[in-house]
């Protein structure tokens, strides 16, 4: 099994819809984090969290929310889906600062 | 601004040639360097990083990469370029007492054989 698990891998959503992205690790590592990918801006920071009780904004948080449910769960939110959040999302994790981070294999996200 | 730069959109190379792949960073100190390459299809893997000590670090699949910090710079090389190593490779900077993992924009490599 992989370290970091994405589900869903791929989703087609309405514009207006709510969805989740849901993000699960085996690592045990504190630190999480939501990226997104897009052609040309590389990975942008949604959200990070480097607990169950601290959530970080990134650069680019409008639009999205988080829910660290557990040390090993990080989903995130887009509570009305627009058709510029079409993107590639990656979550990952690391030990702490300064260390490798892992990746999940990405959610592929297309909002119509 | 604070930013990590790869000006390299797009790199093509033959089979066997060396590499060099470009990143500058603008941060006040120097930050923790990495270098991820992601395949297709796939998420993101680390071939190597830079905290401190000797500017010259190695990585995996024949990946080095130097630190000069008189230039900012991080650049990422490979001697002899193989056919698997057509990805996108992304620069990353970790900044001292922020914790967050900030990315450049990425290169693509293309390998003809």
């Known amino acids: 099994d992989a370290d970091v698990t994405q589900t869903p891998r791929n989703r087609i959503t309405k514009t207006g819809k709510r969805i989740m992205l849901e993000c699960s690790q085996t690592?045990?590592?504190?630190?999480m984090y939501w990226y997104r990918q897009d052609p040309g801006l590389g990975l942008r920071l949604i959200y990070y969290?480097?607990?169950?009780?601290?959530?970080n904004k990134g650069e680019i948080s409008d639009g999205y929310s988080v829910s660290r449910q557990a040390q090993a769960k990080f989903s995130l939110s887009l509570e009305s889906a627009i058709p510029n959040q079409t993107a590639l999302y990656f979550c990952?994790?690391?030990?702490?600062?300064?260390?490798?981070?892992?990746f999940g294999q990405g959610t592929r996200l297309t909002v119509v | 601004a604070q930013s990590v730069t790869q000006p390299d959109i797009h790199i093509t190379v033959s089979e066997g040639a060396s590499l060099e792949l470009r990143c500058n960073y603008s941060y006040g100190a120097t930050p923790y360097l990495f270098w991820y390459v992601q395949s297709p299809g796939q998420g993101l893997q680390l071939l190597l990083k830079y905290f401190s000590g000797d500017t010259l670090v190695q990585g995996i699949k024949g990946f080095e990469a130097e630190f000069k910090r008189s230039q900012s710079s991080f650049n990422l090389r490979k001697p002899s370029v193989h056919w698997s190593d057509a990805a996108e490779y992304f620069c990353a900077v970790d900044i001292y007492n922020t914790d967050k993992l900030i990315f450049g924009t990425g290169t693509r490599l293309q390998v003809f054989p």
């Open positions: 969290s480097f607990d169950v009780k601290d959530i």
């Open positions: 990952a994790t690391s030990d702490r600062a300064a260390t490798e981070a892992f």
């Open positions: 690592k045990g590592h504190d630190r």
